[in-house]
Protein backbone atom coordinates (compact mmCIF):
# COMPACT_ATOMS: atom_id res chain seq x y z
CA UNK A 1 0.00 0.00 0.00
CA UNK A 2 2.76 2.16 0.93
CA UNK A 3 6.41 2.51 -0.93
CA UNK A 4 7.97 1.80 2.79
CA UNK A 5 6.17 -1.58 3.27
CA UNK A 6 8.01 -4.25 2.17
CA UNK A 7 6.37 -5.98 -0.35
CA UNK A 8 6.45 -3.13 -2.60
CA UNK A 9 7.98 -2.98 -5.99
CA UNK A 10 8.59 0.30 -8.24
CA UNK A 11 6.51 -1.24 -11.55
CA UNK A 12 3.93 -0.13 -13.45
CA UNK A 13 1.63 -2.44 -11.61
CA UNK A 14 2.19 -0.74 -8.60
CA UNK A 15 2.35 2.70 -9.67
CA UNK A 16 -1.11 2.56 -11.54
CA UNK A 17 -3.07 0.70 -9.27
CA UNK A 18 -1.85 2.22 -5.94
CA UNK A 19 -1.46 5.90 -7.97
CA UNK A 20 -5.32 5.42 -9.22
CA UNK A 21 -5.87 4.82 -5.60
CA UNK A 22 -4.02 7.51 -3.89
CA UNK A 23 -5.27 10.07 -6.57
CA UNK A 24 -8.73 9.34 -5.44
CA UNK A 25 -8.53 9.05 -1.77
CA UNK A 26 -6.01 12.51 -2.61
CA UNK A 27 -9.37 14.24 -4.46
CA UNK A 28 -11.74 13.59 -1.76
CA UNK A 29 -9.78 14.13 1.20
CA UNK A 30 -8.72 17.21 0.22
CA UNK A 31 -12.17 18.30 -1.45
CA UNK A 32 -13.69 17.58 2.30
CA UNK A 33 -10.78 18.93 3.93
CA UNK A 34 -11.81 22.02 2.21
CA UNK A 35 -15.72 21.87 3.10
CA UNK A 36 -15.14 21.64 6.19
CA UNK A 37 -12.55 24.77 6.90
CA UNK A 38 -14.67 26.57 4.96
CA UNK A 39 -18.01 25.85 7.26
CA UNK A 40 -15.82 26.09 10.39
CA UNK A 41 -14.79 29.71 8.98
CA UNK A 42 -18.28 30.38 7.49
CA UNK A 43 -19.82 29.35 10.70
CA UNK A 44 -17.55 31.59 12.98
CA UNK A 45 -18.12 34.70 10.62
CA UNK A 46 -21.74 33.98 10.84
CA UNK A 47 -21.87 34.22 7.07
CA UNK A 48 -24.91 33.66 5.00
CA UNK A 49 -28.75 33.52 6.94
CA UNK A 50 -30.58 29.70 7.08
CA UNK A 51 -32.09 29.71 4.08
CA UNK A 52 -33.03 26.63 1.84
CA UNK A 53 -31.30 24.97 -0.90
CA UNK A 54 -32.23 22.43 -2.95
CA UNK A 55 -29.02 20.32 -3.21
CA UNK A 56 -28.48 18.49 -6.24
CA UNK B 1 -44.55 14.09 17.32
CA UNK B 2 -41.85 14.58 14.61
CA UNK B 3 -43.22 17.14 13.03
CA UNK B 4 -40.09 19.12 13.68
CA UNK B 5 -38.36 16.73 11.51
CA UNK B 6 -40.12 16.71 8.46
CA UNK B 7 -39.80 18.94 5.93
CA UNK B 8 -41.85 21.84 5.10
CA UNK B 9 -44.57 21.89 3.35
CA UNK B 10 -44.95 18.09 2.74
CA UNK B 11 -47.02 15.74 4.36
CA UNK B 12 -46.40 12.29 5.91
CA UNK B 13 -48.02 9.87 7.53
CA UNK B 14 -48.80 9.36 11.01
CA UNK B 15 -45.48 8.26 13.53
CA UNK B 16 -47.38 5.11 14.89
CA UNK B 17 -48.23 4.21 10.91
CA UNK B 18 -44.93 4.59 10.03
CA UNK B 19 -43.12 2.64 12.88
CA UNK B 20 -45.65 0.33 12.45
CA UNK B 21 -44.10 -0.15 9.07
CA UNK B 22 -40.73 0.02 9.97
CA UNK B 23 -41.32 -2.75 12.83
CA UNK B 24 -42.70 -4.85 10.26
CA UNK B 25 -39.68 -4.80 7.87
CA UNK B 26 -37.21 -4.54 10.83
CA UNK B 27 -38.54 -7.71 11.66
CA UNK B 28 -36.73 -9.12 8.12
CA UNK B 29 -33.86 -7.37 9.32
CA UNK B 30 -33.72 -8.86 12.57
CA UNK B 31 -34.03 -12.31 10.79
CA UNK B 32 -30.78 -11.27 8.52
CA UNK B 33 -28.48 -10.37 11.04
CA UNK B 34 -29.66 -13.22 13.24
CA UNK B 35 -28.10 -15.25 10.28
CA UNK B 36 -25.36 -12.90 9.92
CA UNK B 37 -24.38 -13.34 13.22
CA UNK B 38 -24.74 -17.62 13.25
CA UNK B 39 -22.18 -16.89 10.32
CA UNK B 40 -19.60 -14.60 11.81
CA UNK B 41 -19.61 -16.86 15.19
CA UNK B 42 -19.82 -20.25 13.52
CA UNK B 43 -17.92 -19.72 10.31
CA UNK B 44 -18.60 -20.00 6.63
CA UNK B 45 -19.74 -23.77 7.17
CA UNK B 46 -23.13 -22.43 7.26
CA UNK B 47 -23.52 -22.12 3.96
CA UNK B 48 -23.92 -24.51 1.15
CA UNK B 49 -20.97 -23.13 -0.36
CA UNK B 50 -17.98 -25.96 -1.23
CA UNK B 51 -15.16 -26.31 -3.46
CA UNK B 52 -17.20 -25.60 -6.89
CA UNK B 53 -19.55 -22.87 -5.57
CA UNK B 54 -16.39 -20.52 -3.61
CA UNK B 55 -18.21 -18.04 -4.49
CA UNK B 56 -21.87 -18.20 -4.32
CA UNK B 57 -25.39 -16.36 -3.65
CA UNK B 58 -23.57 -13.39 -2.02
CA UNK B 59 -21.55 -13.04 -5.18
CA UNK B 60 -24.93 -12.67 -7.38
CA UNK B 61 -26.42 -10.61 -4.72
CA UNK B 62 -23.23 -8.43 -4.94
CA UNK B 63 -22.48 -7.95 -8.42
CA UNK B 64 -26.86 -7.02 -9.16
CA UNK B 65 -26.88 -4.42 -6.82
CA UNK B 66 -23.88 -2.73 -7.76
CA UNK B 67 -25.17 -2.75 -11.56
CA UNK B 68 -28.39 -1.72 -10.24
CA UNK B 69 -26.48 1.19 -8.05
CA UNK B 70 -25.31 2.11 -11.40
CA UNK B 71 -27.89 4.59 -11.48
CA UNK B 72 -26.15 6.87 -9.03
CA UNK B 73 -23.22 7.54 -10.66
CA UNK B 74 -24.90 7.67 -14.32
CA UNK B 75 -27.05 10.27 -13.50
CA UNK B 76 -24.73 12.52 -11.84
CA UNK B 77 -21.88 12.38 -14.59
CA UNK B 78 -25.37 13.17 -16.62
CA UNK B 79 -26.44 16.27 -14.28
CA UNK B 80 -22.80 17.55 -13.55
CA UNK B 81 -20.76 16.68 -16.44
CA UNK B 82 -22.94 16.34 -19.38
CA UNK B 83 -24.90 19.25 -17.91
CA UNK B 84 -28.63 17.45 -18.23
CA UNK B 85 -29.81 20.15 -15.79
CA UNK B 86 -33.57 18.84 -15.07
CA UNK B 87 -32.26 15.65 -13.51
CA UNK B 88 -30.96 17.86 -10.63
CA UNK B 89 -35.35 16.78 -9.64
CA UNK B 90 -34.23 13.05 -9.43
CA UNK B 91 -30.31 12.59 -8.67
CA UNK B 92 -30.90 13.14 -4.68
CA UNK B 93 -32.87 9.96 -5.04
CA UNK B 94 -30.71 8.05 -7.73
CA UNK B 95 -27.55 9.02 -4.97
CA UNK B 96 -29.96 7.55 -1.77
CA UNK B 97 -30.58 4.18 -4.17
CA UNK B 98 -26.80 4.13 -4.96
CA UNK B 99 -25.79 4.32 -1.50
CA UNK B 100 -28.25 1.96 -0.60
CA UNK B 101 -26.94 -0.78 -3.48
CA UNK B 102 -23.45 0.07 -2.34
CA UNK B 103 -23.28 -0.01 1.67
CA UNK B 104 -25.43 -3.43 1.00
CA UNK B 105 -22.56 -4.73 -1.25
CA UNK B 106 -19.79 -3.98 1.16
CA UNK B 107 -21.98 -5.29 4.33
CA UNK B 108 -22.49 -8.11 1.56
CA UNK B 109 -18.71 -8.20 1.28
CA UNK B 110 -18.19 -8.10 5.25
CA UNK B 111 -19.84 -11.42 5.35
CA UNK B 112 -18.60 -13.11 2.38
CA UNK B 113 -14.95 -12.71 2.71
CA UNK B 114 -15.20 -15.34 5.96
CA UNK B 115 -12.60 -13.13 7.74
CA UNK B 116 -13.73 -9.91 8.26
CA UNK B 117 -10.81 -9.04 10.46
CA UNK B 118 -8.11 -9.33 7.69
CA UNK B 119 -10.59 -7.42 4.72
CA UNK B 120 -7.92 -4.62 5.53
CA UNK B 121 -5.65 -7.52 3.86
CA UNK B 122 -6.58 -6.76 0.49
CA UNK B 123 -5.24 -2.63 0.45
CA UNK B 124 -1.87 -3.48 2.75
CA UNK B 125 -1.03 -6.23 0.97
CA UNK B 126 -2.53 -5.68 -2.35
CA UNK B 127 -2.12 -8.11 -5.49
CA UNK B 128 -1.76 -5.82 -8.26
CA UNK B 129 -2.31 -8.30 -10.80
CA UNK B 130 -5.97 -8.89 -9.52
CA UNK B 131 -9.24 -7.00 -11.00
CA UNK B 132 -10.59 -7.86 -7.76
CA UNK B 133 -8.00 -5.72 -6.16
CA UNK B 134 -8.97 -2.97 -8.57
CA UNK B 135 -12.71 -3.96 -7.62
CA UNK B 136 -11.67 -3.32 -4.19
CA UNK B 137 -10.71 -0.03 -4.24
CA UNK B 138 -12.92 1.62 -5.99
CA UNK B 139 -15.66 0.14 -4.76
CA UNK B 140 -14.33 1.50 -1.50
CA UNK B 141 -13.35 4.62 -2.57
CA UNK B 142 -16.59 4.88 -4.60
CA UNK B 143 -19.18 3.98 -1.54
CA UNK B 144 -17.18 7.07 -0.09
CA UNK B 145 -17.78 9.50 -3.04
CA UNK B 146 -21.80 8.05 -2.36
CA UNK B 147 -21.36 8.93 1.40
CA UNK B 148 -20.25 12.90 0.74
CA UNK B 149 -23.49 12.99 -1.85
CA UNK B 150 -25.68 11.76 0.63
CA UNK B 151 -24.38 13.57 3.52
CA UNK B 152 -25.65 17.43 2.27
CA UNK B 153 -29.29 15.74 2.42
CA UNK B 154 -28.87 14.84 5.71
CA UNK B 155 -27.29 18.33 6.44
CA UNK B 156 -30.90 19.17 5.05
CA UNK B 157 -33.17 18.40 7.57
CA UNK B 158 -34.96 21.01 9.41
CA UNK B 159 -33.02 20.51 12.09
CA UNK B 160 -29.59 19.96 11.66
CA UNK B 161 -29.59 22.71 9.07
CA UNK B 162 -30.26 24.71 11.98
CA UNK B 163 -26.70 24.43 13.15
CA UNK B 164 -24.53 26.94 11.44
CA UNK B 165 -21.35 24.59 10.52
CA UNK B 166 -23.98 21.25 8.95
CA UNK B 167 -25.81 24.23 7.26
CA UNK B 168 -22.74 25.19 5.73
CA UNK B 169 -21.09 22.48 5.31
CA UNK B 170 -23.59 20.93 3.07
CA UNK B 171 -23.57 24.12 1.12
CA UNK B 172 -19.93 23.79 0.60
CA UNK B 173 -20.11 20.26 -0.31
CA UNK B 174 -23.05 21.07 -3.23
CA UNK B 175 -20.43 23.60 -4.23
CA UNK B 176 -17.80 21.16 -5.46
CA UNK B 177 -20.19 18.25 -6.28
CA UNK B 178 -19.01 18.36 -9.43
CA UNK B 179 -15.58 17.22 -8.52
CA UNK B 180 -16.84 14.36 -6.43
CA UNK B 181 -18.94 13.20 -9.21
CA UNK B 182 -16.55 13.07 -11.95
CA UNK B 183 -14.41 11.06 -9.56
CA UNK B 184 -17.23 8.97 -8.59
CA UNK B 185 -17.92 8.33 -12.79
CA UNK B 186 -14.09 7.39 -13.11
CA UNK B 187 -14.48 4.96 -10.26
CA UNK B 188 -17.65 3.53 -11.45
CA UNK B 189 -15.87 3.03 -14.71
CA UNK B 190 -13.13 0.87 -13.24
CA UNK B 191 -14.84 -1.02 -10.65
CA UNK B 192 -17.93 -1.75 -13.02
CA UNK B 193 -15.74 -3.14 -15.57
CA UNK B 194 -13.31 -4.79 -13.64
CA UNK B 195 -16.18 -7.42 -12.33
CA UNK B 196 -16.78 -8.06 -15.41
CA UNK B 197 -12.95 -8.42 -15.99
CA UNK B 198 -13.47 -10.83 -13.31
CA UNK B 199 -15.03 -13.20 -15.44
CA UNK B 200 -13.85 -12.57 -18.99
CA UNK B 201 -10.13 -13.59 -18.13
CA UNK B 202 -10.80 -16.49 -16.79
CA UNK B 203 -9.16 -18.48 -20.01
CA UNK B 204 -9.59 -21.91 -17.75
CA UNK B 205 -13.62 -21.34 -17.86
CA UNK B 206 -14.32 -21.25 -21.41
CA UNK B 207 -18.06 -20.31 -20.64
CA UNK B 208 -17.18 -16.86 -19.13
CA UNK B 209 -14.46 -16.18 -21.15
CA UNK B 210 -13.75 -13.59 -23.60
CA UNK B 211 -11.23 -11.80 -26.16
CA UNK B 212 -11.01 -8.14 -25.62
CA UNK B 213 -9.02 -5.37 -25.95
CA UNK B 214 -5.27 -5.21 -24.51
CA UNK B 215 -5.62 -6.27 -20.86
CA UNK B 216 -9.12 -5.51 -20.51
CA UNK B 217 -11.99 -8.54 -21.76
CA UNK B 218 -14.99 -7.36 -23.26
CA UNK B 219 -16.84 -8.04 -20.70
CA UNK B 220 -15.14 -5.37 -18.92
CA UNK B 221 -16.68 -2.73 -21.01
CA UNK B 222 -20.32 -4.63 -21.15
CA UNK B 223 -20.76 -4.47 -17.41
CA UNK B 224 -19.79 -0.48 -17.34
CA UNK B 225 -22.31 0.10 -20.02
CA UNK B 226 -24.99 -2.28 -18.78
CA UNK B 227 -24.63 -0.72 -15.30
CA UNK B 228 -24.90 2.81 -17.27
CA UNK B 229 -28.27 1.50 -18.57
CA UNK B 230 -29.87 -0.31 -16.19
CA UNK B 231 -28.63 1.73 -13.32
CA UNK B 232 -31.21 4.73 -14.21
CA UNK B 233 -33.81 1.96 -15.08
CA UNK B 234 -33.73 0.86 -10.83
CA UNK B 235 -33.57 4.47 -10.30
CA UNK B 236 -37.29 4.87 -12.51
CA UNK B 237 -38.65 1.50 -10.71
CA UNK B 238 -38.08 2.24 -7.27
CA UNK B 239 -39.39 5.50 -7.45
CA UNK B 240 -42.43 4.32 -9.01
CA UNK B 241 -42.99 2.10 -6.14
CA UNK B 242 -42.20 4.59 -4.17
CA UNK B 243 -44.75 7.12 -5.58
CA UNK B 244 -47.09 3.87 -5.45
CA UNK B 245 -46.70 3.47 -1.83
CA UNK B 246 -46.77 7.03 -1.03
CA UNK B 247 -49.56 7.78 -3.44
CA UNK B 248 -48.28 10.60 -4.65
CA UNK B 249 -46.50 11.99 -7.55
CA UNK B 250 -43.28 12.80 -6.10
CA UNK B 251 -41.39 13.49 -9.63
CA UNK B 252 -42.66 14.97 -12.67
CA UNK B 253 -43.17 13.18 -16.19
CA UNK B 254 -40.95 15.13 -18.06
CA UNK B 255 -37.97 13.84 -15.59
CA UNK B 256 -38.28 10.65 -15.60
CA UNK B 257 -39.36 10.36 -19.55
CA UNK B 258 -35.32 11.58 -20.23
CA UNK B 259 -33.86 9.66 -17.71
CA UNK B 260 -35.70 6.46 -19.42
CA UNK B 261 -34.94 8.19 -23.14
CA UNK B 262 -31.19 8.01 -22.09
CA UNK B 263 -31.42 4.38 -20.77
CA UNK B 264 -33.06 3.52 -23.28
CA UNK B 265 -30.77 4.14 -25.99
CA UNK B 266 -27.87 3.08 -23.23
CA UNK B 267 -29.73 -0.39 -23.29
CA UNK B 268 -30.32 -0.70 -27.10
CA UNK B 269 -26.49 0.08 -27.56
CA UNK B 270 -25.48 -1.99 -25.19
CA UNK B 271 -27.55 -5.08 -25.95
CA UNK B 272 -26.53 -4.81 -29.86
CA UNK B 273 -22.48 -4.88 -27.85
CA UNK B 274 -23.69 -8.29 -26.10
CA UNK B 275 -25.91 -10.17 -29.10
CA UNK B 276 -22.07 -9.44 -31.33
CA UNK B 277 -20.14 -10.69 -27.93
CA UNK B 278 -22.44 -13.52 -27.51
CA UNK B 279 -22.39 -14.62 -31.01
CA UNK B 280 -18.17 -13.93 -31.36
CA UNK B 281 -17.92 -15.98 -27.87
CA UNK B 282 -20.36 -18.88 -29.72
CA UNK B 283 -18.59 -19.04 -32.69
CA UNK B 284 -15.21 -18.79 -32.57
CA UNK B 285 -13.89 -18.14 -28.78
CA UNK B 286 -15.87 -21.47 -27.28
CA UNK B 287 -14.99 -23.48 -30.51
CA UNK B 288 -11.25 -22.98 -30.07
CA UNK B 289 -11.45 -24.26 -26.68
CA UNK B 290 -13.11 -27.30 -27.24
CA UNK B 291 -16.64 -26.33 -26.66
CA UNK B 292 -19.65 -25.70 -28.84
CA UNK B 293 -22.69 -23.40 -27.32
CA UNK B 294 -25.50 -26.38 -26.79
CA UNK B 295 -22.09 -27.97 -24.10
CA UNK B 296 -23.38 -24.66 -21.98
CA UNK B 297 -26.90 -25.37 -22.42
CA UNK B 298 -27.49 -29.15 -21.95
CA UNK B 299 -27.23 -32.13 -19.93
CA UNK B 300 -27.80 -30.29 -16.72
CA UNK B 301 -29.95 -31.23 -13.43
CA UNK B 302 -33.66 -30.31 -14.08
CA UNK B 303 -32.37 -28.38 -17.02
CA UNK B 304 -31.88 -25.17 -15.03
CA UNK B 305 -29.57 -24.06 -17.72
CA UNK B 306 -31.05 -24.56 -20.72
CA UNK B 307 -31.50 -22.03 -24.12
CA UNK B 308 -34.65 -20.68 -22.35
CA UNK B 309 -31.99 -18.45 -19.99
CA UNK B 310 -29.62 -16.93 -22.71
CA UNK B 311 -33.46 -16.02 -24.60
CA UNK B 312 -34.82 -14.50 -21.47
CA UNK B 313 -31.34 -12.83 -21.27
CA UNK B 314 -30.85 -11.46 -23.97
CA UNK B 315 -34.05 -11.21 -26.05
CA UNK B 316 -36.69 -10.84 -23.20
CA UNK B 317 -35.08 -8.38 -20.80
CA UNK B 318 -32.78 -7.04 -23.22
CA UNK B 319 -34.11 -6.63 -26.91
CA UNK B 320 -37.47 -5.53 -25.51
CA UNK B 321 -37.45 -3.21 -22.78
CA UNK B 322 -34.57 -1.54 -24.91
CA UNK B 323 -37.00 -1.03 -27.62
CA UNK B 324 -40.11 0.29 -25.12
CA UNK B 325 -37.67 2.51 -23.91
CA UNK B 326 -36.55 4.18 -26.89
CA UNK B 327 -40.12 4.34 -28.35
CA UNK B 328 -41.46 7.36 -27.41
CA UNK B 329 -45.39 6.33 -27.69
CA UNK B 330 -44.91 3.46 -25.44
CA UNK B 331 -42.33 4.90 -22.88
CA UNK B 332 -44.54 7.86 -22.41
CA UNK B 333 -47.19 5.11 -21.11
CA UNK B 334 -46.70 4.58 -16.96
CA UNK B 335 -47.73 1.07 -17.33
CA UNK B 336 -45.47 0.34 -20.44
CA UNK B 337 -42.79 1.89 -18.91
CA UNK B 338 -42.36 0.42 -15.31
CA UNK B 339 -43.00 -3.39 -17.54
CA UNK B 340 -39.77 -1.80 -19.46
CA UNK B 341 -37.50 -1.00 -16.42
CA UNK B 342 -38.67 -4.43 -14.40
CA UNK B 343 -37.22 -5.73 -17.60
CA UNK B 344 -34.58 -4.06 -17.66
CA UNK B 345 -33.94 -4.78 -14.15
CA UNK B 346 -34.36 -8.06 -14.16
CA UNK B 347 -32.36 -8.41 -17.71
CA UNK B 348 -28.85 -7.05 -15.14
CA UNK B 349 -29.80 -9.45 -12.38
CA UNK B 350 -29.77 -12.07 -14.92
CA UNK B 351 -26.85 -11.24 -16.58
CA UNK B 352 -24.66 -11.03 -13.64
CA UNK B 353 -26.36 -14.74 -12.42
CA UNK B 354 -25.04 -16.42 -15.97
CA UNK B 355 -21.61 -14.63 -15.60
CA UNK B 356 -20.49 -15.53 -11.76
CA UNK B 357 -23.12 -18.65 -11.04
CA UNK B 358 -23.59 -20.48 -14.07
CA UNK B 359 -20.01 -20.02 -15.10
CA UNK B 360 -19.04 -22.13 -11.54
CA UNK B 361 -22.06 -24.83 -12.71
CA UNK B 362 -20.21 -25.75 -15.86
CA UNK B 363 -18.36 -28.72 -16.32
CA UNK B 364 -14.68 -27.88 -17.67
CA UNK B 365 -12.76 -31.16 -17.80
CA UNK B 366 -14.50 -34.01 -19.59
CA UNK B 367 -15.08 -36.30 -16.30
CA UNK B 368 -16.87 -33.68 -14.39
CA UNK B 369 -20.18 -33.16 -14.14
CA UNK B 370 -22.48 -29.85 -13.96
CA UNK B 371 -22.31 -28.48 -10.66
CA UNK B 372 -25.13 -28.04 -8.14
CA UNK B 373 -25.41 -26.04 -5.93
CA UNK B 374 -28.67 -24.45 -3.35
CA UNK B 375 -28.38 -21.80 -1.04
CA UNK B 376 -28.90 -22.54 3.01
CA UNK B 377 -31.41 -20.33 5.11
CA UNK B 378 -28.56 -18.71 6.33
CA UNK B 379 -27.02 -16.99 2.95
CA UNK B 380 -30.61 -16.18 1.71
CA UNK B 381 -31.66 -14.32 5.11
CA UNK B 382 -28.42 -12.22 4.49
CA UNK B 383 -28.92 -12.02 1.38
CA UNK B 384 -32.77 -10.27 2.26
CA UNK B 385 -31.12 -8.71 5.19
CA UNK B 386 -30.00 -5.62 2.78
CA UNK B 387 -32.99 -5.37 1.19
CA UNK B 388 -34.94 -5.05 4.30
CA UNK B 389 -32.34 -2.40 5.32
CA UNK B 390 -32.74 -0.49 2.06
CA UNK B 391 -36.24 0.04 2.57
CA UNK B 392 -35.98 1.35 5.97
CA UNK B 393 -33.14 3.54 5.03
CA UNK B 394 -35.41 4.94 2.37
CA UNK B 395 -38.35 5.41 4.36
CA UNK B 396 -36.46 6.93 6.79
CA UNK B 397 -34.64 9.04 4.11
CA UNK B 398 -38.02 9.94 2.74
CA UNK B 399 -39.59 10.87 5.93
CA UNK B 400 -37.29 13.47 7.63
CA UNK B 401 -35.00 14.42 4.30
CA UNK B 402 -36.40 16.50 1.29
CA UNK B 403 -35.17 13.82 -1.07
CA UNK B 404 -37.55 15.16 -3.78
CA UNK B 405 -37.49 18.83 -4.77
CA UNK B 406 -40.89 18.41 -6.81
CA UNK B 407 -42.72 16.68 -4.47
CA UNK B 408 -44.41 20.17 -2.85
CA UNK B 409 -45.09 21.70 -6.31
CA UNK B 410 -46.52 18.23 -7.10
CA UNK B 411 -48.61 17.78 -3.97
CA UNK B 412 -49.71 21.07 -2.78
CA UNK B 413 -51.28 20.98 0.89
CA UNK B 414 -54.07 23.28 1.77
CA UNK B 415 -53.02 26.54 3.45
CA UNK B 416 -49.69 25.44 3.88
CA UNK B 417 -47.97 23.73 6.46
Known amino acids: MFPFSFEWIWDMSHMVFHGGLWYALSILGMGMTYCIIKAAYDSVKGKGGHHSHGHH | ?417
Open chain 2, 1 to 417: MDSVLIPKGVERCSIGKFALFIAVVGAVLLWGVVAMLLIYIKGLNQTNMNNAYGFALWIWADLAVIALGGGAFFTGLLRYIIGKDELKHIINYAVLIGFVCYSSALLILAIDVGQPLRAWFIFWHANVHSMLTEVAFCLTCYFGVLTIEYLPMVFENRQIDRVPFFHHLGHNMHAIMAIFAATGAFLSFFHQGSLGGVTGVMFGRPFGYRTGLLIWPWTFFLYTWSAAAVGPCFTIFITRITEAVTRKKLVKDSVVDLLAKIAGWMLLTYIIAKIIDTWYWAAVTAPAAGFTLMDFYSNNPGSAYGLWILIAEIGLCGVVPAIMLVTPSIRRRPAALFVAVTLAVIGACLNRWVMVLQVQAVPVLSFETWFTYFPSWQEIATTILPVAYGIILIALSYRYLPIFPQEQELNPIEGGK
